[in-house]
């Protein structure tokens, strides 16, 4: 109540930002008559003097009103299209660095051109994410045709490309790319093995469209760059034939006050559905420890198998068929929980694929090693300037606060949104839920209105679209299985009487205009003429070819697109008389801002439209998260299956559910960025190493400090001045530098001994590096030297970078337990972490060092850098992945150093009494 007489008195956050950029939007429309009244090439020009001003020293902020004017007056001029004052607003708000909220159908990717072709003109690059290649490649297309006609170069940077067309599409002054392609660049640039395969050149200001759904919904899975691993293990088929007899029992959650084991005694495994996740009981360890022929299988010599049976009980208790991932020409295909779309080459970790693919009886791949990773989270925030834009951000506001320290404005809309919101409908069951649809849906269509109806799950979709065709209703439908007609469907999804069903946001970022798309007809009608599809490119681009089949094209989709034009405006203002599109959610998202995308299909630019979900106490949100009280009331009131449910107490109960499930789903997300951070510190150093060397900077002071180094921390540790002379490790030094040392070196008598200091044995092995180190510069030559230095340190960091990530995964996963004992796990993997990573630090020192010094070339050529593991898919983590334990090699200890048994006693009295 307080809140809202405050906003009454001083207005919401929005408008009072809104109210402090007016000034500037009003210098933009005060330009518009001057820059109408240029002829093109004076237009043009405008680009030229534009970054003339930038290069004497005024900012972007100094020109935004004059680009944003040439900017909007080029878009008048070649798409026919002149931006809105709302829309000048939502540019402003994201050339400062922040998110606008606008609503769907008001034009977020022309908005969006504004600040791109600003930010431009400093020509360190601008890169426009999307959510899918499709929208990449259709939005670049048809925005080139203005940044083109404005002078500037406009890349796409698409999964299959070269690096050399990856490297010309970075060097545009504008990129389109997927957030998905972008994060992989990013990784394998820093794996590459020459500065000059590097494709991308910096991350200096990025617009990210459909913002919440790539930094919010996508932020728990990390991009993850895997290389060959071990051939697939017979384990994957074994635990299969395992997990296929045990029994289960699903629960909502358990309680950790009860004893599981007792409580549920007669099945094999616990499927949680509210954390989505599966764990043995005591009979179903029982079980497989019978079938493996094992005495216990959480003992650490038995942890391969404990893990491929985890991840065969999670194959078959909580991923799904078509609803988590589908099965299609053999292979096993994860489908985007968000959007639908199928994800092509993007594969679970930790061997959760291979136990689905066991699970479904295709071929087994081989196991991958992890090469490269890092979260959206920490990728996004490289940038020196970030925004992003989207019709739903309000609802997420806290979260793009605290991780990306955006702040979100909510732009007005350019006509009032008179869209009719109709409350929940609530059932008993999904049957009688999905009648009430049917019927509905028949209603509807029967008096010609268009009718969007959203689904879950694929499943969902077509069992909707069975009872569809027994209606005789005909319709299309769009799911994860027709991903490659998706924009065409969407496009005409606002005809009369057109009924489309779609799984999720299938299809976002395509507008739905009532009485349907010209544009969309016209190139289908191309299509049908036989014109290739680079020809429908370049009908729409704007150049000044003077090729004669692609003016033809033009003129053929100029023609075309008038003609559709034409004929469909009767028809949208009989879809408008209608009621407009209308929108039916079939069940409800665990997120509020994904039924309001649903919502937002309909009611664009001022159209009437009408939205209304139906829901089923037999629905996971209301089953997991609160449809207990309601399911009782109904009881009570002995109301039938087929009785609808309408009140307030409805759209509160779904309300709260939705705002745990929101609250939950964040505190994963940060989880997973309170341990990333721990890696990208580290992540930063060794790209940031990395990079010293590809520059061809000159190693040798580098190198000569990492020897000395490595030889004052070997030396202190095998004689602490704290300790005897006479228990000095000078026999493990010896045979540590046995590679350095001459012979009689290291060798004192007792008397000697009594006055040997750390500093004389420091002194004796420094002067014999040097000596060698400057032998080696004879014999190779300086220049050769230099090269010798810059590979072997680039070899030696991939490889313990790559052993350092394996370990970190493996203390993330045990790290958790901690909590049991009282300690924050993500302190203890701080310290643990760095800890390692020091560890890490000091081999590489030690094995570049000895590399240096001693490696000898096969032939005269200059030593060359290799790739040392070959890439061969860029994926996703699985979330709540049980980890494998891979078998690793270990650093030996020093002799002084405590026996890695954990007898407690020194390496040289325990295990390593016998070297």
């Given amino acids: ?249 699903r629960v909502k959650e358990t309680d950790e006050k009860q004893d599981n084991d007792e409580l549920y005694n007669e099945y094999d495994y616990i499927i949680n559905e509210k954390l989505k996740t599966c764990s043995l009981t005591r009979r179903g360890v029982k079980k497989a420890e019978n079938y493996f022929d094992i005495e216990n299988l959480t003992d650490s010599d038995n942890i391969r198998i404990q893990h491929h049976v985890n991840q065969a009980i999670r194959a078959w208790g909580i991923m799904h068929k078509d609803q988590d991932y589908v099965v299609k020409d053999g292979e096993v295909i994860i489908v985007d929980e968000f959007t639908g779309r199928l994800m092509f080459g993007r594969r679970y970790n930790e061997g959760l694929h291979q136990a689905i693919e066991a699970k479904e009886g295709v071929e087994v791949a081989r196991e991958s090693k992890t090469l490269a990773t890092i979260t959206f989270q920490n990728y996004f925030r490289q940038y020196e300037k970030l925004s992003g834009m989207t019709g739903t951000a309000m609802t997420e506001q806290e979260e793009f606060s605290e991780i990306y320290r955006l702040d979100v404005v909510e732009i007005p809309t350019n006509r009032p949104m008179i869209r009719e919101d109709c409350p929940d409908v609530v059932y008993k069951t999904v049957a009688a839920k999905f009648q009430a649809v049917i019927d509905d849906i028949a209603k509807h269509h029967e008096k010609g209105q268009p ?31 027709f991903h490659e007609k998706e924009a065409q469907i969407v496009a005409q999804a606002g005809r009369k009487g057109a009924v489309t069903i779609a799984t999720n946001m299938a299809g976002r970022g395509t507008d739905i205009l009532l009485g349907g798309n010209a544009e969309f007809m016209a190139k289908a009608e191309m299509r049908k003429m036989g014109y290739a599809e680079e020809l429908l490119v370049e009908a729409t681009a704007y150049s000044h070819t003077q090729d004669e089949a692609i003016l033809e094209a033009r003129e053929t989709f100029a023609r075309l697109n008038q003609k559709y034009k034409e004929e469909i405006a009767p028809e949208a203002e009989e879809v408008k008389a209608l009621g407009g599109l209308y929108i039916i959610g079939t069940e409800r998202h665990e997120s509020r801002r994904i039924d309001n995308q649903l919502r937002g299909r309909a009611g664009r630019q001022g159209d009437p439209g009408k939205s209304r979900f139906y829901i089923s106490l037999e629905d996971d949100l209301m089953r997991l998260f609160g449809g207990e009280r309601l399911s009782a009331i109904m009881d009570r009131m002995k109301i039938d299956d087929d009785m609808p449910i309408e009140t307030g107490m409805v759209s509160n109960a779904i309300e709260s559910a939705q705002r745990r499930v929101e609250s939950r789903n964040f505190g994963i997300r940060k989880n997973v960025l309170q341990y990333d951070e721990v890696m990208n510190s580290q992540r930063q150093i060794i790209y940031g190493q990395r990079d010293q ?123 958790r337990l901690r909590a049991y004992a009282q300690h924050d796990p993500v302190v203890e993997y701080r310290l643990e972490g760095f800890e390692m990573f020091d560890k890490m630090i000091s081999a590489i020192r030690e094995d570049t060092a000895k590399l240096v010094l001693t490696w000898e070339p096969k032939s005269e050529e200059a030593p060359k850098p290799q790739q040392r593991v070959k890439i061969i898919s860029a994926g996703l983590a699985g979330d709540n992945t049980v980890k494998k334990q891979p078998v690793r090699k270990q650093k030996k200890p020093g002799r002084n150093e405590l026996c890695p048994c954990g007898s407690g006693k020194k390496y040289k009295k325990c295990c390593g009494r016998d070297e």
């Fill in 1 to 249: 109540m307080a809140n809202n007489i405050l906003t009454k008195l001083f207005g919401n956050y929005s408008k009072r930002e809104l109210k402090r950029v007016q000034p500037l939007v009003n210098k933009v429309l005060g330009l518009e008559n001057a820059y109408k009244a240029m002829d093109d090439a004076e237009l043009k020009a405008q680009t030229g003097l534009l970054k003339e001003r930038l290069g004497k020293g005024e900012t972007l902020d100094d020109i935004l009103p004059e680009a944003f004017a040439a900017c909007r007056e080029a878009m008048d001029r070649v798409l026919s299209l002149r931006l809105f004052p709302v829309q000048v607003q939502g540019g402003i708000i994201l050339h400062q660095g922040r998110i606008a909220e606008m609503k769907t159908g008001e034009g977020k990717t022309f908005t969006l051109a504004l600040p791109a072709f600003l930010n431009a003109l400093t020509g360190q690059g601008v890169h426009i994410v999307t959510v899918n290649e499709y929208l990449a490649k259709y939005q670049g297309e048809m925005m080139a045709r203005v940044f083109n006609f404005m002078g500037l170069t406009v890349g796409l940077a698409l999964t299959g490309m070269s690096s050399a067309e990856k490297r010309e599409a970075y060097a545009c002054d504008i990129t389109y790319a997927t957030n998905n392609e972008l994060g992989f660049d990013y990784l394998r640039d820093n794996m590459v093995i020459r500065k000059e395969d590097k494709v991308q050149r910096g991350h200096h200001y990025a617009v990210v469209d459909e913002v919440d759904s790539i930094l919010i919904d996508e932020a728990r899975t990390p991009l993850i760059i895997s290389g060959h691993g071990d051939e697939a293990d017979i384990l994957y088929q074994r635990a299969n034939s395992l997990a296929k007899t045990l029994k289960p029992i």
């Fill in 451 to 481: 009718v969007l109806v959203g689904t879950i799950t694929i499943e969902k979709s077509e069992e909707l679209s069975k009872m569809l065709r027994q209606r005789g209703i005909k319709h299309q439908v769009l799911n994860a299985k």
């Fill in 693 to 815: 060397v590809l520059n061809g900077e000159d190693m040798q002071e580098h190198i000569l400090k990492m020897i000395n180094e490595d030889l004052e921390e070997k030396v202190k540790a095998a004689m602490p001045e704290e300790i005897q002379r006479d228990i000095w490790d000078l026999p493990g030094l010896c045979k540590d530098y046995d590679w350095l040392i001459q012979e009689g070196d290291l060798r004192y008598t007792p008397d000697e001994l009594e006055t040997l200091q750390q500093e004389d044995v420091l002194e004796l092995l420094k002067k014999r590096a040097a000596d060698m180190y400057a032998q080696r510069e004879k014999k190779f030559t300086p220049q050769r030297m230099r090269i010798l230095e810059r590979v072997k340190l680039l070899e030696t960091v991939d490889e313990k970078w790559m052993d350092h990530i394996d370990a970190m995964e493996q203390l993330q996963e045990g790290i």
